[in-house]
């Protein structure tokens, strides 16, 4: 895991900005497939008490021949989003108030035909995100180039 911290706003108000980034190797604690399912460690605690999330899918999955990949990746995603609800009594008609975004990344490499496709095998979990969550977007994001600042 890679935690990053910064002060974002004005000088009037600030806000404590902290990004973890767990690259994909404590997402068992949030699979039932998986053995690591019912130990619930500081991944999950961290992801249950957030402010916010993030869910970040690399485009270029979208570009394998192997399509069970980001079939696991949803569904992982989606147990994330019901396991961190319920934990936060988002049960019945109560809806999530942590926003939650999905990212896919490396959207450039995507040409119209695969970025429809990824909405489409995307449709499962963002049907679950706008059930459960009080606020919800997709976001297709790229980095092209150097970053100057």
């Known amino acids: ?16 900005l902290e990004v973890a980034d ?3 190797e404590d997402l068992g604690e ?11 460690g500081d991944y999950f605690k961290y992801v249950v008490d957030s402010d916010s999330i993030m869910l970040a ?3 270029s999955a979208f570009l394998s021949s192997e399509p069970d990949q980001v079939d696991e990746i949803v569904n992982a995603f989606i ?8 934990a936060r009594g ?11 975004a999905l990212l896919v990344m490396k959207a450039d490499l995507l040409n119209d035909e ?22 919800f977007r997709r976001f297709f994001v790229s980095s092209t180039g150097p970053l100057t600042d």
């Open 57 to 59: 899918i690399d485009g």
């Open 90 to 100: 988002a049960v019945g008609s109560k809806r999530l108030r942590v926003p939650v």
């Open 30 to 40: 949030l699979q039932p497939s998986s053995e690591r399912w019912l130990h619930r």
């Open 79 to 86: 147990a994330c989003i019901q396991i961190v609800a319920d």
């Open 22 to 24: 767990f690259a994909g």
């Open 114 to 135: 695969l970025r429809a496709e990824a909405t489409y095998r995307l449709k499962r979990l963002e049907a679950v995100c706008e059930t459960r969550c009080r606020h």
């Open 1 to 16: 895991m890679s935690r990053s911290a910064g002060l974002v706003g004005s000088a009037a108000s600030r806000v404590r």
